[in-house]
């Protein structure tokens, strides 16, 4: 197993690509803490992983508040002793999330706390039990938004990715000597129930969306999730500071 006795926090753990993520992360032999905002989501999250045959925990927190970010982390390491993997999953992406002409400032403000603090928060806590043991791989999901322009924009969503981008670089740089290494994924569209719930409502937005894609389909959680595992296992003891990008060819493709 690539992943055997590997102590991991996923937060948004009862989304789409987050419960994805706790499943098989536990099927590569990971011990897994699965955080969610509501207690029904976190522990249907773990209990789907101990349904099929792995080990999890579930704590209900908000990642943008910083007392349950602290008691995300107190909760894996009095339950497990340790954190070898923080996989920064969750997010959020409002409907209400346009231009920065015409984006409410609670929208914006809402968007930042999630994706943003929700970030910085694990990591300030997770760290320093990583610098104890002298190691740690910390996995940020960003976006592919981060990286180019968009003619039909989610600005919010847009610049808090950015954000985790630059604060990927900033904590690989800062803690791989100690053995955390920090690295990034940017996924293009997948299909998790935030992105469909969504497009499938309009038909020509999805239309436009797949007509920029190089593969013609949606990208599947499992597909960014095999990133991810990667990152997380010792396969990967030398990569830090990158940034995966998984988009089916969206970023290289001019026309």
């Given amino acids: ?34 955080v969610d905002v509501t207690e029904e989501m976190a522990d249907s999250a773990a209990a789907d992983v101990i349904g099929a045959g792995g080990q999890a925990t579930a704590v209900a927190a908000d990642v943008s508040r910083d007392d349950q970010a602290k008691r995300m982390v107190e909760h894996a390491v009095a339950t497990y002793g340790r954190i070898d993997v923080l996989y920064n999953n969750a997010g959020i992406m409002p409907a209400a999330d346009h231009s920065v002409t015409d984006t409410d400032v609670e929208t914006w403000d809402k968007v930042m706390a999630v994706n943003v603090r929700g970030v910085y928060l694990g990591c300030k806590y997770a760290i320093p039990k990583m610098l104890e043991q002298e190691s740690g791989s910390i ?92 990152l997380a296992s010792d396969e990967s003891r030398w990569t830090n500071g990158a940034n995966l990008v998984i988009d089916g060819g969206i970023t290289v493709n001019y026309f």
């Avoid at 590997?6 to 699965?34: D, N, P, S």
Wanted: with cysteine.
């Fill in 1 to 34: 197993m690539r992943l055997e006795d590997k102590v991991t926090i996923i937060t948004g753990a009862g989304g789409g690509m987050g419960r994805t993520a706790a499943r098989m992360f536990a099927a590569e032999g990971a011990r897994v803490v699965c």
């Fill in 139 to 230: 996995i940020n999901i960003a976006s592919f938004v981060a990286i180019l322009g968009c003619s039909v924009p989610q600005d919010a969503y847009t610049a808090s990715k950015g954000a985790v981008l630059a604060l990927t670089k900033s904590l690989a740089v800062q803690f791989a000597p100690r053995g955390v290494r920090t690295n990034s994924i940017s996924p293009g569209p997948i299909e998790t129930p935030m992105l469909m719930d969504w497009l499938v409502k309009d038909e020509e937005a999805k239309q436009l969306r797949l007509a920029r894609n190089p593969t013609g389909r949606f990208g599947k959680p499992e597909e960014i999730v095999l990133a991810a595992i990667y």
